[in-house]
């Protein structure tokens, strides 16, 4: 049986690869059949060049519908950074400040919050738990339950200690968006970055909207694939549906500096200052290390059968992008490996 699900995955990558020459290809082809991936879209860009725009495998297994590009996956927690972007809008426009305490904004928010600011949300730095009690995966609630709910709940460590991962602090966020903006965040983002960026494939989770290029999410059971089940309500936190032609886009607007002030972009892309005053490993809305003594810039996304990778090597002018649609793969290892091969060739 395990031998012919290999051969299965090989089929799938091979079909989508007829002539698998470039190690790039290479490199992909054999990570899926070794993860047993059914599907992935890849893109490279250098130097504000796309070098490689490819997809592999199957974005739905019963049809046999083949990734490509405009294939739409979930892209879970890659959409943080954009919300974070809306949150860096606002502050530009002097709607807001980054530290305003977020009771400012959210309604009878607990003493032990008081001490919270937008930016200790943007950093994961509040000390909030990552998830609320009262988040369902499944059952569709406003969004201020879910944050409320978490309002009992001590904190973990005082705002500004450390650094730890907070999906609370997304919904707030959003939800800090909504009531500053005057709009549901999502028309919010979508006004201010998607559309104006020709972001066409991209926007909020839907189950009942008919979404071209849908890719299908699975998982592995005992070796072999199944449907992954969704959740159903849709999470600020990894809200977006996105294509890897967009995902391009939005890069070329990052790399561009475009819809930010550069001071912005400087303020994104800096660790947090803990209070002890070392760097943290998250700036506002992304991930902060050095690889291979390279500086990146980063973002991961996992979500009931999706995994996703956006990383950009700033001083390489390099970015790599990578979405899969298996709840067990690890794109940022392969996401890595990739990024080795071009920057290997740049030295």
């Avoid at 530009?92 to 400040?97: D, R, S, T």
């Avoid at 005082?158 to 999906?167: I, L, Q, S």
């Avoid at 800090?176 to 991209?202: A, C, Q, Y």
């Avoid at 592995?220 to 886009?249: C, M, Q, Y």
């Amino acid at each position: 049986m395990r031998k012919s699900i290999l051969f299965l995955l090989l089929s799938w990558t091979v079909a989508a690869n007829a002539q698998v020459t470039d190690p790039v290809d290479s490199l992909i082809t054999a990570e899926m059949i070794s993860a047993r991936i059914p599907g992935a879209a890849l893109a490279v860009i250098k130097d504000g060049k796309v070098v490689k725009k490819e997809g592999y495998g199957l974005a739905n297994v019963e049809t046999q519908t083949p990734v490509s590009p405009v294939s739409v996956f979930k892209i879970a927690s890659i959409s943080k950074p954009m919300i974070a972007m809306g949150i860096m809008m606002l502050a530009e426009e002097g709607k807001l400040k980054l530290d305003d305490p977020v009771s400012q904004y959210l309604p009878a928010t607990p003493e032990s919050w008081k001490a919270i600011t937008i930016r200790h949300f943007l950093s994961h730095t509040s000390g909030v738990v990552r998830e609320s009690p009262g988040f369902d995966g499944y059952l569709i609630q406003p969004d201020t339950n879910v944050i409320k709910a978490a309002y009992g709940e001590p904190l973990r460590f005082t705002p500004g200690e450390k650094y730890e991962y907070c999906n609370v602090g997304y919904y707030s966020l959003a939800e800090i968006i909504r009531v500053v903006s005057g709009k549901p965040w999502h028309e919010f983002l979508g006004e201010r970055i998607f559309r104006p960026l020709n972001m066409t494939d991209t926007r909020t989770t839907s189950f009942t909207e008919i979404v071209p290029n849908r890719v299908n999410a699975y998982t592995l059971e005992n070796g072999k694939p199944e449907n992954a089940v969704p959740f159903f309500t849709l999470r600020p936190s990894g809200a977006f549906l996105s294509s890897l032609r967009d995902l391009i886009l939005w890069n070329e607007a990052l790399t561009q500096r475009r819809l930010l002030k550069p001071e912005s972009y400087n303020a994104i892309w800096t660790p947090f200052k803990l209070n002890n005053g070392t760097d943290s490993e998250y700036g506002l809305g992304w991930s902060i290390d050095r690889k291979n003594n390279r500086s990146r810039v980063r973002h991961g996304g996992s979500l009931n059968g999706f995994k996703s990778e956006f990383v950009y090597y700033r001083g390489a002018e390099l970015t790599v992008i990578l979405l899969t649609n298996l709840d067990e793969a690890v794109p940022a290892r392969i996401a890595e490996k990739v990024a080795e091969l071009y920057l290997a060739g740049s030295e």
